[in-house]
C-alpha cells in the first residue's frame, strides 16, 4: 500500500469513526452537533471554538498541522463533516445521509435522464470538480449537497474525505476529478445496460 493509500484509508477511518459517535448521540445533543457544524459550513477550520472539539478530538498525530495552519487533512475531514451536517439538515438519525453510494453516482441520481436539469446539474458538478482551490471546492459542494438533501440522496462521506485530501495534492488532484467523473457516468452506462 502506498504512503497515499495509507493515508486516505486513515482518513475513511477517522471521519467514519466520527460520524459514527454523531449517529449514537442523544437525539439532542445529535440536533445541537449538526447545528454547530452547519455554522462551520463555508468557514475555515479553526474559524469556530465551539468545532474544534469535534473536528480535532482523537485526530491523529500525522494529521494536525502545525503553527495554526491547517493540514489537508484537517481541511478534508472539516469539509465532510461541515458538509454532511448541511446534507443531514432536517433529517432525524432513523435517516442517514451516508452511505456506500460514491459521490460522483449520488450526483448523477440527481438527473437520471438527461432532460433540461442535466447540464444545470453537470455545470454546478463540474464547477465543484475544478475549483481552483480547496475552500472553493467547499463552496461548490455546500450547494450539491444541498440539492442532493431535497432528493433524499445519500452519499459515502468517509470516500469524499479521501478524495478531497487528494485533491489537494499536485499528484491526486487529476485523479480524483476522473474518478469523480467515472463516478457520475458510470450510472449513466448501466442505466443504458439495464434498459436494453
Not at 76 to 85: G, K, M, R
Request: aromatic share 12%; proline share 4%; net charge negative.
Amino acid at each position: 500500500m502506498s504512503e497515499q493509500e495509507n493515508k486516505s484509508a486513515k482518513i475513511r477511518g477517522f471521519v467514519s469513526s466520527k460520524l459514527d459517535w454523531l449517529h449514537k448521540m442523544p437525539e439532542n445533543a445529535y440536533r445541537a452537533e449538526l447545528a454547530n457544524l452547519r455554522r462551520g459550513s463555508g468557514k475555515k477550520p479553526g474559524d469556530l471554538p465551539e468545532l474544534w472539539g469535534t473536528i480535532l478530538k482523537d485526530m491523529p498525530e500525522e494529521f494536525q498541522g502545525k503553527d495554526g495552519e491547517a493540514s489537508r487533512e484537517e481541511w478534508a475531514v472539516y469539509i465532510a463533516l461541515t458538509t454532511f451536517a448541511v446534507h443531514q439538515q432536517g433529517r432525524s438519525q432513523n435517516e442517514w445521509m451516508s452511505s456506500e453510494c460514491p459521490f460522483g453516482s449520488a450526483v448523477r441520481k440527481l438527473v437520471p435522464n438527461e432532460d433540461d436539469s442535466f447540464e444545470r446539474v453537470l455545470r454546478r458538478f463540474n464547477a465543484f470538480a475544478t475549483a481552483a482551490d480547496i475552500y472553493e471546492a467547499a463552496h461548490y459542494l455546500r450547494g450539491l449537497a444541498q440539492l442532493l438533501r431535497s432528493e433524499g440522496i445519500s452519499f459515502d462521506y468517509p470516500e469524499l474525505a479521501a478524495d478531497l485530501h487528494r485533491f489537494q495534492t499536485y499528484e491526486g488532484v487529476s485523479k480524483v476529478r476522473l474518478k469523480w467523473g467515472q463516478e457520475f457516468y458510470y450510472i449513466k452506462k448501466k442505466e443504458n445496460e439495464d434498459n436494453e
